[in-house]
């Protein structure tokens, strides 16, 4: 993409990073306040990348090690209380054994920002990609971002904080991102200088509600039974209000960098005249894009759509971008045992939203992946096959499909 005429006034250098080295630049940029962190792979690369940096005096920030996840996220949340800007991140079981902290930090309606390094949950043991992770705290009140690649990894960390510590959401803030495959490769990246960074984000300000001692107000009240419901339903009205705080906030990026797709919160590939379009999250976008161009090169129109937003979810964009197609495929990197269909998280998000549709298509789901496992071009090949037959009626009301299975398996 072309930069900009405004865009032109903000130097940016290339860097060959990790997708983890380039939230650390994020951070270093958005000048984080306090961070605490716990090594659990594939997230914590990110941590070693920012110690090094305050180590070297390229960023000032408190560090702190925490002796586990939970400890580390109960860190975080009391720093954003009393004004600090924050960061933590885990994987995996890490992210689960935080759980407790993590859905007070949302219920708090504190703007925290964490990097979910997606990893399988054992048991068995394994070091792998997968989704469920991040998607346990999906009803909790967590913003949910999902990356694909090296330069989203930047330019999202900064949307998460901008959007984030708006007065009108002030709700913490998710980035997942694929391990292994995202965390540990290489990209290379457009780094923005200081002042792009001081143009797009504003000091954090909790005003009224930050914790001081000259603020006398109470945090964490017991309310029992008289006003829970109350508290939900604000948190509800900050979830509603952040699509259009996320809409402004990815403008206001696109606009200071010169990139960024059309839309905020989907990516499209060849969906236009697609009678066929498959929906995935994170780098699986690769491997399905790959795929597309060879099927279209043998006449058949197929498209892509990547959900970059989980919460909110893209439930408006979805209903204007597939209504009328012959069939959707649904990959997911993750499972939702005992589910409709037996499918997965993104399955049955994309199969509601498309519900009240007079010409809605039909709905496939496919798990793929799990546990690391790459998902190819052949496999794509073979959900697109399948998504075909579903569609013309072949295979009939089946459960979801899963690509790749060693078989037989009871």
């Not at 080295?21 to 659990?40: C, F, K, S, T, W």
């Not at 070297?56 to 920030?61: H, I, L």
């Not at 039909?362 to 399948?386: H, N, T, W, Y």
């Amino acid at each position: 993409m072309a930069m900009t005429e405004v865009s032109r006034r903000f130097a940016q250098h290339e860097e060959l990073i990790t997708g983890t080295e380039a939230v650390a630049q994020a951070l270093r940029l958005a000048d984080v306040d306090v961070m605490a962190g716990y090594p659990i792979r594939p997230y914590d690369s990110v941590m070693s990348s920012v110690a090094k940096m305050i180590a070297n005096g390229q960023m000032d920030a408190d560090f702190i090690v925490a002796e586990s996840e939970h400890s580390q996220f109960e860190i975080v949340k009391h720093a954003s209380a009393t004004g600090a800007r924050v960061f933590v991140g885990s994987s995996g079981v890490g992210w689960m054994y935080a759980m407790e902290a993590i859905v007070v930090t949302a219920a708090l309606r504190l703007p925290v920002v964490a990097l979910v390094g997606n990893r399988a949950l054992d048991d068995p043991g394994a070091f792998g990609v997968e989704h469920n992770d991040a998607l346990m705290v999906r009803d909790s009140g967590w913003l949910l971002y999902w990356v694909a690649e090296g330069q989203e990894a930047l330019d999202a960390t900064l949307l998460a904080y901008r959007v984030a510590e708006d007065a009108r959401v002030s709700l913490p803030c998710a980035l997942s991102m694929d391990g292994a495959f995202l965390t540990h490769s290489q990209h290379l990246v457009l780094v923005p200088e200081k002042d792009l960074v001081e143009a797009f984000l504003p000091p954090y300000d909790l005003k009224k509600r930050r914790f001081h001692p000259d603020n006398p107000i109470s945090i964490a009240p017991q309310y029992n039974e008289d006003w829970v419901m109350e508290t939900r339903k604000q948190s509800d009205a900050a979830m509603r209000r952040a699509r259009g705080v996320i809409a402004e906030a990815y403008a206001e990026l696109k606009r200071l960098t010169g990139r960024g797709d059309p839309d905020p919160f989907v990516e499209t590939y060849r969906v236009e005249d697609a009678d066929y379009v498959l929906i995935g999250m994170g780098t699986v976008a690769m491997p399905i894009k790959v795929a597309v161009d060879q099927l279209r090169e043998e006449g058949k129109r197929v498209g892509f759509l990547r959900i970059k937003w989980f919460r909110p979810f893209p439930d408006e964009e979805l209903r204007r971008l597939l209504h009328g197609r012959k069939g959707v495929g649904v990959v997911d990197r993750d499972y939702s045992y005992g589910s409709t269909r037996h499918g997965g998280a993104v399955y049955n998000e994309v199969r509601s939203a498309l519900y009240d549709l007079e010409d809605r298509p039909p709905v496939i789901g496919f798990i793929a992946g799990l546990g690391g496992r790459e998902v190819s071009v052949d496999d794509v090949f073979q959900i697109e096959a399948k998504l075909e037959q579903a569609a013309a009626g072949d295979l009939g009301a089946e459960s979801a499909h899963w690509i790749g299975v060693r078989g037989p398996v009871e």
